[in-house]
């Protein structure tokens, strides 16, 4: 019995120290982020205790901050899901900007040209919109990858381009709802907004963002299919020995990441926004991709990393109204954190290498 309990604990402590060198690059990240952004702060006269207690206070001390994070974490955990899917198997997609803008932009048409329909069938439709203005957005990239082998970081990186002057164009003219002096769309009818969460200044947006980190996760484990796009993703010439079909995957990795990634711009317009305007440019398409990987690819694990960088930009917006620090402060850390993981990773790879060879 004693002899069981002692294996017992041997198991955990093994599985503890397993878990934790799994980590260690992650921890690497944003430990080391943090402290070399006090470095930052403390060099250019700032005081680094006072900035970090003043982000996360008013992120999680005031419900002002709580409301605003959590609707800042609901694109970055779709976008995260949506990259997850590329990255996966391989491939690249820097154009969830793009993505995002056309997706909250077929969502906006949607949701005044269906307008007297009803909430539970209109809510789908504009959400379902979204997700096709982020496939059509995708959808020349996907094939130039997986017809001609065109480097889709740079297609798809182009179509932000694309994505951000159209907004200005269409809002400006075609689109523009003449009863509002500034140029906007026209808002979306009241029974295409998402329902707010019981008691909460929150959406329902969020639900949607869990449960597809869940289903992203069983799809990765599980499935047939995500196992293929794991393999393409990480041994592309045991999957040409295995004889998977490698260009229709890495077009389905691709087109899967649009989709998600409009839906991320569907949820934001009808969850809180309502209407377009033509300077609206987000960022959350580049926030999210040192999110997907300090979160290691992880599915379930992109939920509190969400968590934790929308509660620095929200903290960081805010704290630059108390401190006077700019709120590109925050970007510098996410630089700083993707820097440290990139370079704790690189060491880890060596080292692997290394044992090999002996």
């Given at each position: 019995m004693d002899a069981e309990k002692l294996v017992g604990k041997?198991?955990?402590i093994n599985l503890l120290i397993s878990s934790t060198k799994h980590a260690l690059s992650t921890i690497i990240g944003?430990?080391?982020g943090m402290v070399a952004g006090s470095i930052v702060l403390w060099l250019t006269g700032f005081?680094?205790?006072y900035v970090?207690?003043?982000i996360f206070a008013e992120a999680w001390g005031t419900s002002f901050g709580v409301g605003k994070m959590s609707i800042t974490m609901m694109p970055l955990l779709i976008i995260g899901v949506g990259l997850l899917f590329c990255f996966k198997a391989g491939t690249w997609n820097i154009g969830a900007q793009g993505q995002m803008i056309i997706g909250a932009l077929f969502a906006n048409i949607a949701g005044y040209a269906f307008g007297p329909l009803p909430a539970?069938?209109?809510i789908p439709i504009v959400l379902l919109a979204s997700i096709v203005g982020g496939v059509i957005w995708i959808l020349p990239a996907a094939v130039m990858k997986a017809k001609w082998g065109i480097n889709e970081v740079v297609t798809t990186m182009l179509f932000n381009f694309l994505g951000i002057y159209l907004l200005m164009y269409?809002?400006?003219s075609p689109l523009r709802y003449p009863k509002e002096y500034h140029p906007i769309t026209q808002p979306i009818y009241p029974s295409a907004e998402l329902p707010m969460l019981p008691g909460t200044p929150i959406h329902t947006g969020l639900i949607i963002g869990l449960a597809l980190s869940i289903f992203t996760y069983v799809f990765f484990t599980k499935t047939m299919l995500g196992f293929q796009f794991r393999i393409i993703g990480s041994n592309l010439k045991a999957a040409r020995y295995a004889g998977l079909r490698i260009p229709w995957l890495i077009f389905?990795?691709?087109v899967i990441s649009g989709a998600l990634c409009g839906l991320a711009g569907g949820v934001q317009l009808a969850g809180t926004m309502r209407f377009l305007d033509p300077d609206w440019v987000p960022w959350y398409g580049f926030q999210a991709v040192p999110l997907v990987f300090l979160a290691r690819l992880n599915a379930l694990a992109l939920i509190p990393f969400s968590f934790f960088f929308a509660?620095?930009?929200i903290g960081g917006d805010l704290m630059h109204r108390i401190v006077g620090l700019p709120v590109f402060f925050v970007d510098v850390i996410f630089g700083l954190m993707l820097i440290l993981f990139a370079a704790s990773e690189s060491i880890r790879y060596v080292r692997l290498r290394k044992r090999k060879e002996v």
């Open positions: 041997s198991g955990l944003i430990v080391g005081d680094p205790v970090y207690y003043t539970p069938i209109l269409l809002v400006k389905y990795s691709l509660s620095l930009l």
